[in-house]
Nanobody
């Protein structure tokens, strides 16, 4: 069983920055690929970013590429999402997911169904 707890969400003006954190339980965090997804009201959950178990490979949605950075600290069992140049359309609940069933050297997954565990989410609201 893996427990994930997101934090760092909040209200920010357009153009501002936030850093989300996702703390994971368990001693094998370094074996998980991790991802961030988001869901806006009335919309389906969408992929934001993913990082492989070592941190050596990352993948981003086109909508956030160049603005968001995913990273991880395996010693702290934590994955981060640094969000810069935020836009009102980034407003959503952000979820982190952990995939334990397999890992990738080069991260390619963008499907939520590929992840095994989820956090409770953290709200990000960007005002115009």
């Amino acid at each position: 069983q893996v427990q994930l707890v997101e934090s760092g969400g909040g209200l920010v003006q357009a153009g501002g920055s936030l850093r989300l954190s996702c703390a994971a339980s368990g001693r094998t965090f370094s074996r998980y690929d991790m991802g961030w997804f988001r869901q806006a009201p009335g919309k389906e959950r969408e992929f934001v970013a993913a990082i492989n178990w070592s941190g050596g490979s990352t993948l981003y949605a086109d909508s956030v590429k160049g603005r968001f950075t995913i990273s991880r600290d395996n010693a702290k069992n934590t994955v981060y999402l640094q969000m810069n140049s935020l836009k009102p359309e980034d407003t959503a609940v952000y979820y982190c997911g952990a995939r334990i069933r397999y890992t990738q050297v080069v991260i390619t997954t963008t499907r939520g169904d590929d992840f095994d565990y989820w956090g409770q989410g953290t709200q990000v609201t960007v005002s115009s």
